[in-house]
T-cell receptor
Framework: AQSVTQLDSQVPVFEEAPVELRCNYSSSVSVYLFWYVQYPNQGLQLLLKYLSGSTLVKGINGFEAEFNKSQTSFHLRKPSVHISDTAEYFC???????????FGSGTRLQVQP | GAVVSQHPSRVICKSGTSVKIECRSLDFQATTMFWYRQFPKKSLMLMATSNEGSKATYEQGVEKDKFLINHASLTLSTLTVTSAHPEDSSFYICSAGTSGYNEQFFGPGTRLTVL
């Protein structure tokens, strides 16, 4: 069975500082990886995805993530955050033959002025 | 881009009543729709996967007789919470996808409160 671990439940950071949100997964097969953002009382918006190819994936709003197969990680990064980036971020995984997503527990990014 | 809507966005009902939540793909045909449940400050838990024209596949521990899912067309799936109880109060989110693993498009969610 596959699982996703987001070790940090909350990440406080000052505006314009860099940030990294960690995501590790466990799976015995090839995976597809996603990062979603959720603003309060809203659904999920896709930030970026890794399906195949280049391990460095660039997404919307200046975010990027790197797929590291040896470390089974897919950490999300942004070089300079804004107040508007304050939200809940979810890492998710699926694999060939299963289209439903397995989500991590989420990381609350709190950007402070 | 692909848009998924949910209706209603919020619903409050009395214990014992049934509530229907609609999930629509507005500008694409969704061969598969997923229903997730999200508890406060928690992650999304998959409840069931539904393919158009066939019975939904429920995750272990989800009562199929309590959470009725219908996917009658390529643009509409419904989740009916039957005989709702306070413990069914939650945020229900649907998503829709076409073929492949490219992306699921999520609806805005429905906040259900059972009194």
């Amino acid at each position: 069975a596959q699982s996703v671990t987001q070790l940090d439940s909350q990440v406080p950071v000052f505006e314009e500082a860099p940030v990294e949100l960690r995501c590790n997964y466990s799976s015995s097969v090839s995976v597809y990886l996603f990062w979603y953002v959720q603003y309060p009382n809203q659904g999920l918006q896709l930030l970026l995805k890794y399906l195949s190819g280049s391990t460095l994936v660039k997404g919307i709003n200046g975010f990027e993530a790197e797929f590291n197969k040896s470390q089974t990680s897919f950490h999300l990064r942004k070089p300079s955050v804004h107040i508007s980036d304050t939200a809940e971020y979810f890492c998710a995984v699926t694999y060939t033959g299963r289209r439903a997503l397995t989500f991590g527990s989420g990381t609350r990014l709190q950007v402070q002025p | 881009g692909a848009v998924v809507s949910q209706h209603p966005s919020r619903v409050i009902c009395k214990s014992g009543t049934s509530v229907k939540i609609e999930c629509r793909s507005l500008d694409f045909q969704a061969t598969t729709m997923f229903w997730y449940r999200q508890f406060p400050k928690k992650s999304l838990m998959l409840m069931a996967t539904s393919n158009e024209g066939s019975k939904a596949t429920y995750e272990q521990g989800v009562e199929k007789d309590k959470f009725l899912i219908n996917h009658a067309s390529l643009t509409l799936s419904t989740l009916t919470v039957t005989s709702a109880h306070p413990e069914d109060s939650s945020f229900y989110i649907c998503s829709a996808g076409t073929s492949g693993y490219n992306e699921q498009f999520f609806g805005p969610g429905t906040r259900l409160t059972v009194l």
